[in-house]
Structure formats: structure tokens, C-alpha cells
């Protein structure tokens, strides 16, 4: 982006009701265009919000993040160069570079990486906080050669290193990858002497616009992606299973099919992450059998669920694994060597992001890789993403009983012995229950989703709550599964956000949270925000049958309402306090 586009981005109108999202740059340098160009990315990433930026102290960056009001604040943006670690390391100070001064500069550098660190780590118990480390480059101090680095430049590196090691151990807390900051902005062309002695900003215009749309995309993350679905032939593996057989289809170095290789690697990743990967192939259903027993593949048999074998559309396997998973197909993507296949797909699911394997291209097999990182990567991994897979195997056998009777649905979680762990707090980190905010459609209250510095700022509000429910039984864990964040006034509660996965339909699970809500608060009615969306049905159906009606507009359950509606509640529950 150039300054006069910036500056064009920034003209446009904000909706009068635009939710107002106020962020801090921290920087030691003039902020100066970096702010211009920060302000509009962010307006870029998300148009329908109000952007406020707020600046420091000119050459005291961790007095500006220890002197915040994170109250007047909702993310912390904190750039750091090297003059922010000791002042000669930048051209504006002449305070030596004396051979003897060199120990002393990484001492003095070392000292403000523990000040940054314990500023950023306070920081990031309150708000979202996104760190971008030196970008520029360290000036000619040492006494090596450019072309060596010396002991004092590694130091100072590692002492960088460090800091961003310990910030990043806070789940609030992003910090900017310089290797791909490296690949947009080329490293021998982001400082300008001139500007930096003349205004005190050390940025060409380039690396700024480059730098803030970086940080923009950590402020603004877009939600990973849930499932890939792929093929087999010429994509997992290279060959035709029906016509080389088990043993000729390959994937090495030896055989010229290192690029299956890599895929099949890249996929077993995502699934140890907790991404769902299915597969879509027109084939022998027990030639795949056979294949997937092969001791030297890498992409292991239980990663895969479900395997859809037949010879059937391509479509129509995708919607069955889409129904297995229950999934939506805007949270998948769909892999295949075929331009036909991925077009007869994309027609079924417009919403699906089909790419084509480039099975002979090394180059666009290693972007490919890149580009799937992005869509499924996440900041960190929790419990639910180790056992997301299982509880898709277990739902898909264990016994259905949404249209069974009251008894048969009794016996069933009698046997279950299901336990449903409950947590009622302001857990402001909880990353878990936040992504299941805005990523649940169909057992929704209103479809409204929440960035985190929104969610921050609800919790903290005096008379909000967030009560989590962690299920499980004996078909396994299903780990936490629903989120109500609301307020209490008196005997009345009021619900603004209601979410459950639909891992954990059909348990009775939504029944027994209204039941701790009403006990937990002694409260005789509970008021929803409740609004209809495309895909919350489930949650429509759920209250008209509690309320043995249609829902109206201003929704409400008396406590007595619940108990006549209510069927037999048969967990176990336990309760922790977050």
C-alpha cells in the first residue's frame, strides 16, 4: 500500500454504530507514517469498525507500555528496534563504539530485554498484546568485519531471541514472524538514514506498509479452517492405485515423488494439531484399504477420517464427509489433482476453497504447503484440538438417540456415565472458549462473533459472567463444549452469548446448563438475546420444544417453565472456579 492510498483508505465513512477498536503503538521512534499505515490496514482487515490509534513518548518505549491505561486500550501493538535495547545501537545517540563500550552495550541490552518482557507479560494478563522484534538492521560497531558476525552481534541477537521466546509463552500474546516479514519487505531495503536523522523515523515507506499490514494480520487473524478433504490418486500418493497396484504407487525422493511426500507429511501435521482430514477418491474401496496398511506411509491410516472410496461423484463423498464431521463447507478445503473434479465440487460447495495439487511443481508444492498453513494455523494448541478427531469417531459409532424416546434416551445416559464439568469465572485468557464464540453456527443464540479485545472488555464489565462445560463419558472426552457469557441483575439473569459444539448434540447437555443457571443465580427467569440466523435451527428447535411453541422476538424462560419442560438431567457434575 503507498501513503496516498493509506491516506484514501482512511477517508472512507465508519458506520455510525461501528464497535470502536482502540489500539496502542509502542514504538521508541516517531511513529509517523507507521501509524498512518497501521490505521489503514487495520480500516483494510476490518471496514465495518472504528479504528483509534494511540501513540507514546518519542525514545521511551517500555515507559509507554508500563505507563498504559489498559483500560483506555485494546490491543498493544509493541514495535522494538535496536535502539530501544541501548541507545548507541541506533544513529541518533553518540555515546561510543569504543571496543571496550561493546560488553557494556549487551549488558545494557540485556537489562531493557528483562524491563520489556515483564511490561509486554503485565500487559498481556489484560489485553491482546502483538510484538514485532528489530526489523532494521544493527549499525557498524563491531570490530569484525560486516561479513562476520561477532560475538557481541550474536549476543545481542540471542538476547532478542530470549525476550521473544518468554513474551510468546502468554497465550495473549503474538509475536510477528521476521522470516516472513523477510520474504515481503527485503531486509537491505527497509532503513532510510535520511529520515531517521531528519524526523526520527528510521522506515522507507515500503517496509512501513509492509510492517503494519504484518501487524494488522495479528491483530486481525481470520479463524482457521476446521477439515481438509483429499484426494488420493496423483495427490497423496503419485500413480493410479487401480493400475500400478498397492506396491507401484509411490511418494520419495528415489521414485521422483517427493512432493507426495511432503503432503503426506504436511497432512499427518495438521491432523497432530487437531485438524480434521478426510479423503475423496475414486477408487477400489479395498485397494485403499490395502494401501492405507502400507508400513512406509506417512500419513497414517487413523489420521484419516473418513476414508470416502467409491466411484461415485466427488461431491457427493465430500457432502458425506462433511456430514460425518458436521462441518460446514466455508471451515474446509478440498485438495485434488484434478481441474474437473475441484470444478465439479466448487459447484456443489461454492463456499469450499478448492486448490489444485501441483503434483510436477516443487516450487508451488512447497506454496501450497504455506498457504494450507495459513488456513488451518493456529496461535497455540489446546485439549480439544488433541481429541477432535476421536470424538468424531466415537459420535459417528456411538448410539444416536435425538428422535428415540424419553426412556430409551434415559437408558442411554444412564450407561454413558457422562459427566459434565462446569466453570463459572472471567477467565480472560481462554482461547478455547472464545473460539467456539465465533466458530459455532448451528447451536448459536445470535450468531455474533467477538474479537478479543471485545471479549476482554465484556468479562471486565462488573456484572458479566462466562460459564464454561467441559462433557464426557465413556465414549471418551469431548473437552469443552459450550460457552453462556451473560450478566446477573437481582433473580434475573440476562444471556448475551450462548454457543455449543455440535460434537455435543443430543446429550442433554444444553438442558442441564439452564438448570446450573437457574440454581447457580437462584434466579426464577432467564432473557436471551436471542436472534434467528441461517443456521442456528438447532438452537430454534431446542427452545420450542422446551417452551412447547414458536419463539418470540423477546425470548424468556421462568424457572418453573424449565422444570415442567426439562427431561431427566442424569450427569454427573463437577464445578471449578475459573
Known sequence: MRLVEALEVLKRPVPKDAPLQRVFLACGFTPLHLETFLHAHLRSAAPTDAIEIQTGVFGDLAGNIERLDRSGCDTLVAAIEWPDLDARLGMRSLGGWRAADLPDIVESAENAANRLKKALRAVAKMIPVCVSLPTLPLPPLFTAPTQQASRWELQLRQCVASLATDVAEESSVRVLSTQTLDEVSPPHARFDPDAEMATGFPYKLPHASALAEALAGLIYGRLPMKGIITDLDDTVWSGILGDVGVNGVCWDLSSHAQGHGLFQQFLESLASAGVLVGAASKNDRELVEVAFQRKDLILRAESVYPIEAHWGKKSASVARILGTWNVGPEA?????????????????????????????????????????????????????????????????????????????????????????????????????????????????????????????????????????????????????????????????????????????????????????????????????????TERNGPLRSFFEELLQGPLESDLRIARECFEKGSPRLLHQVTEVHS
Not at 397 to 403: D, G, M, S, W
Not at 407 to 436: C, H, M, P, V, Y
Not at 506 to 511: A, K, L, P, T, V
Request: proline share 3%.
Open 332 to 532: 474446509v478445503v478440498f485438495v485434488d489433482d484434478s481441474p474437473m473434479e475441484l470444478a465439479e465440487v466448487k459447484s456443489v460447495f461454492p463456499e469450499m476453497e478448492c486448490i489444485l495439487f501441483p503434483k510436477d511443481d516443487y516450487r508451488a508444492i512447497w506454496n501450497l504447503l504455506r498457504r494450507l498453513r495459513d488456513l488451518f494455523g493456529k496461535a497455540a494448541l489446546r485439549e480439544e484440538d488433541s481429541i477432535r478427531l476421536q470424538s468424531v469417531r466415537r459420535a459417528s459409532n456411538a448410539p444416536e438417540f435425538t428422535n428415540a424416546s424419553d426412556s430409551s434416551a434415559d437408558n442411554f445416559l444412564q450407561k454413558a456415565n457422562a459427566t459434565i464439568r462446569f466453570a463459572l469465572g472471567k477467565d480472560l485468557a481462554d482461547a478455547r472458549a472464545l473460539e467456539l464464540v465465533n466458530k459455532t453456527n448451528q447451536f448459536n443464540l445470535n450468531g455474533r462473533r467477538m474479537t478479543e479485545p471485545q471479549w476482554r472488555a465484556y468479562l471486565q464489565e462488573a456484572n458479566t459472567f462466562l460459564l464454561t462445560a467441559n462433557y464426557e463419558d465413556k465414549y471418551g472426552p469431548l473437552g469443552k463444549i459450550a460457552v453462556i457469557m451473560g450478566s446477573a441483575s437481582g433473580d434475573r439473569l440476562f444471556i448475551d452469548t450462548w454457543v455449543m459444539s455440535c460434537r455435543a448434540f443430543s446429550r442433554r447437555i444444553e438442558h442441564h446448563c439452564l438448570r446450573y443457571l437457574f440454581d447457580k443465580f437462584s434466579a426464577d427467569e432467564i432473557a436471551f438475546d436471542y436472534q434467528a
